[in-house]
Each structure stands twice: as C-alpha cells, then as structure tokens.
C-alpha cells in the first residue's frame, strides 16, 4: 500500500515499531523518498513490554541504521532498551517524556488518564488532511481516533477522492 500511495505521488511519512517488519520490507521502503521516517523503539521496560526486542529486532534496527535513510529519527519513552541502546545514533534519538494516555490506553499505574476535551475539537499545521491509513484499508480522520469513530472508508472499496 506504502508503495502504491508513492506511485501516485502522494508523501509518505512512516512511524512504526518495526514489529512485523523484515529486512525485505526494509528494502522496498529504501527505494521511496520518505518525507518522514520514525521508529518507536522498545524502552528498557519502564513504559513497554519489551519482550519482542530479540535478535531479529536488534538485526532490523542494526539494517536501518546502516541504510542511511535520511530524516530517520528514533523515539524512546524513557531509556531505550538496553539491547538496542548502542546501536541507534545519538543524533537520531528522540527521549519522549511523559507518557501521555490520550486514548486511555495506558495503565493508570504509569500515568493518570487525561482530563476530557471538552468543547470543539481541531487539528493543528492542517493535520486533518494527513489521514491515517490502518493495515486492514480502513483510513481514519485522525491519528487520535483510538475508538475509530471517524473511519472515512476503506480503500480496498473505494477510491481515496470517494473518501470525501
């Protein structure tokens, strides 16, 4: 789908964890020109399960780093797991602190759920024009929507003009 969107000349901005990833996917994702390029790596296990950060994880993210993708940032919540630490570029890395719980899906342990917005709600830098295209063909509104209330459609279906 990343690489359809390319072909019609849309910007591609990738944030994932690489969970599921394999360094063939690595290589098709080399041959775009990616606007934005984030990985949320595995923290130390302050805020996440870590127990997917094994060789295979450590072996992608050693592949991304020596693929020189540029703007490619790394994000930690906290410490980045031991195992990865030392192989991601200081430069690139991201400490993002404090864990937020925007769509409640963090353990009130760790952080206290946020007040509710009250009032209407808009987006900032024209965000409501960067939809959110989830693996099933679905494309959301925002990247907020945890309950996916504002499902547009789905690509699969229709065409992305049809959406609006």
Do not use: W
């Not at 020189?68 to 994000?75: A, C, G, K, Q």
């Not at 509710?116 to 409501?128: E, H, S």
Request: glycine share 10%.
């Amino acid at each position: 789908m990343v690489e359809h969107a390319f072909g019609k000349g849309h910007g591609i901005r990738i944030f994932t964890t690489l969970v599921g990833m394999n360094g063939q996917d690595l290589q098709r994702l080399q041959a775009l020109r990616l606007g934005v390029f984030v990985v949320h790596v595995f923290d130390d296990g302050t805020y996440m399960n870590s127990r997917l950060v094994g060789d295979k994880y450590r072996d992608l993210v050693r592949q991304l780093v020596d693929a020189d993708i540029p703007l490619i940032r790394f994000v930690a919540l906290g410490e980045p797991h031991p195992d990865i630490a030392d192989i991601i570029p200081t430069e690139a890395l991201i400490k993002a602190r404090p864990v937020s719980s925007r769509g409640g899906s963090v353990d009130p342990k760790i952080v206290a759920p946020r007040q509710p917005v009250v009032g209407a709600l808009t987006c900032v830098d024209a965000r409501q024009y960067r939809n959110v295209l989830l693996p099933n063909g679905d494309v959301t509104l925002c990247s907020m929507d945890f309950e996916r209330r504002h499902v547009l459609g789905n690509l699969l279906y229709e065409g992305y003009s049809a959406l609006f």
